[in-house]
C-alpha cells in the first residue's frame, strides 16, 4: 500500500503557545518526506513524533512570516551537524536565499551538503517537484505578503494483485510487475487476460492542499477543486471575521465554505489564533457549513486513504 499520511507538527498562527507550536506539516507520500513551513520548535516536534528529520528531501516555505520559516535555521544546521550528505531542495520566496545565505556568511559555515534552493513565483500557479510518484504544485494565496499554498498529488501507482487471482490465472512471478503497471496477461497458451479482470482496474490517486495563510478568496477555491483533503487556515471564528480581513486570515466559516464550493471530500481547519485554547467551538462551527471537517491536531497522523 501506498502511504500517503499528514502528520501535524505545529498548528498555532503569530505566536507558540504553551500547547501549541507554530506552523509545520510532515507530508509522507510513497515514502518521500516533504517539510511544509517550518515554524519555530518544528525540529523539537520531528523528535517529538519520531520522525527521522535526515530523510526529509524537500522543504516548502509558503511566506515570510516568521510563524512559518524561524525554525528553518536549526533545523538546516541540525541537519549538517549531523552529518547530512544527502542534497536538500528548499522552496519558498526568492527572498529567503538572501536571510540563510547571510546568516551561514556571518557565522562561517559552509553546509556539508547541497542546499539547493527553488525559488518560487509568487503570481502564478506552477509545478515545482515531479517524480515518477508525486507532482507539487504551488497555489496562489491571498495575504497580506505573497503566499503560496502546495497542493501534492500522486501520480499513476501501482494496481493491487490479490493472491485468488494469482491462483486463479496461475500468474508467474515475473508477470507481476507488468501487470501492476497496468499490463494484460498473456498466457503460455496466448490467451490474453485483460489487466482490469486481474486487478480491478487502476488505483485512485489522492490529492491533499495546503493553504496557509490566506484570506477568503474565490480564486483559491479553483485552484483546490474536489481534492481528497484540504488544510485551510482558520485562525478566526466566525465573530472575527472583521479581524479576519483585516489581517489577510480566513474564519472558521469562510474555510469551510471554501470546502463547499471546491467540492473537497474532507476539510482540516488550523493556524489558530493563540486566544483560542479550546478548539471545539471552532470544529463545531466549522462544521455547522461543511460537516466533514477535522481540527489540525499536533502529533496526529491523517491517512488521506482512510478519510476517503
Ligand atoms: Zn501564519
Ligand atoms: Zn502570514
Redesign the pocket.
Known amino acids: 500500500m501506498q502511504k500517503f499520511e499528514v502528520t501535524i507538527l505545529g498548528c498555532s498562527?503569530?505566536t507558540p503557545t504553551s500547547k501549541r507550536n507554530?506552523?509545520a506539516q510532515l507530508i509522507n507520500i510513497a515514502d518521500r518526506y516533504f517539510l511544509v513551513d517550518c515554524g519555530e520548535g518544528t525540529q523539537m516536534q520531528l523528535r517529538r513524533y519520531k520522525i527521522k528529520f535526515q530523510r526529509i528531501g524537500h522543504i516548502f516555505i509558503s511566506h515570510m512570516?516568521g510563524?512559518?520559516y524561524y525554525g528553518l535555521m536549526g533545523l538546516l544546521s541540525s541537519m549538517h551537524l549531523l552529518g547530512r550528505s544527502a542534497d536538500l531542495h528548499l522552496y519558498g520566496p526568492p527572498v529567503l536565499k538572501e536571510i540563510i545565505d547571510m546568516q551561514y556568511k556571518h557565522s562561517e559555515t559552509r553546509l556539508h551538503y547541497n542546499l539547493i534552493f527553488h525559488p518560487l513565483q509568487q503570481d502564478s500557479a506552477d509545478l515545482i517537484f515531479e517524480d515518477e510518484k508525486v507532482t507539487v504544485h504551488t497555489i496562489i494565496l491571498n495575504h497580506r505578503i505573497p503566499c503560496t499554498g502546495f497542493l501534492f498529488r500522486e501520480k499513476d501507482k501501482p494496481r493491487k494483485i490479490s493472491r485468488e487471482k494469482i491462483t486463479e490465472f496461475k500468474i508467474p512471478y515475473s508477470e507481476l510487475n507488468n501487470i501492476k503497471l497496468g499490463g494484460d496477461y498473456v498466457t503460455k497458451d496466448g490467451l490474453t487476460i485483460p489487466n482490469e479482470r486481474i486487478t480491478g482496474g487502476p488505483m485512485p490517486l489522492f490529492s491533499y492542499a495546503y493553504c496557509?495563510?490566506t484570506c477568503y478568496d474565490e480564486k483559491v477555491i479553483e485552484q483546490v477543486k474536489q481534492v481528497d483533503l484540504l488544510y485551510h487556515e482558520a485562525t478566526f471564528m466566525d465573530d472575527m471575521e472583521g479581524r479576519a480581513k483585516e489581517t489577510f486570515h480566513s474564519t472558521t466559516k469562510q474555510a469551510a465554505l471554501v470546502a463547499v464550493r471546491a467540492k473537497v471530500k474532507k476539510l482540516m481547519i488550523g493556524?489558530y489564533s493563540a486566544r483560542y485554547s479550546d478548539l471545539q467551538p471552532m470544529l463545531e462551527e466549522a462544521q455547522s457549513v461543511f460537516s466533514n471537517t477535522v481540527l489540525a491536531l499536533e502529533g496526529e497522523k491523517y491517512n488521506i486513504e482512510a478519510l476517503n
Open positions: 498562527s503569530a507554530p506552523s512570516h510563524d512559518h496557509s495563510d493556524h
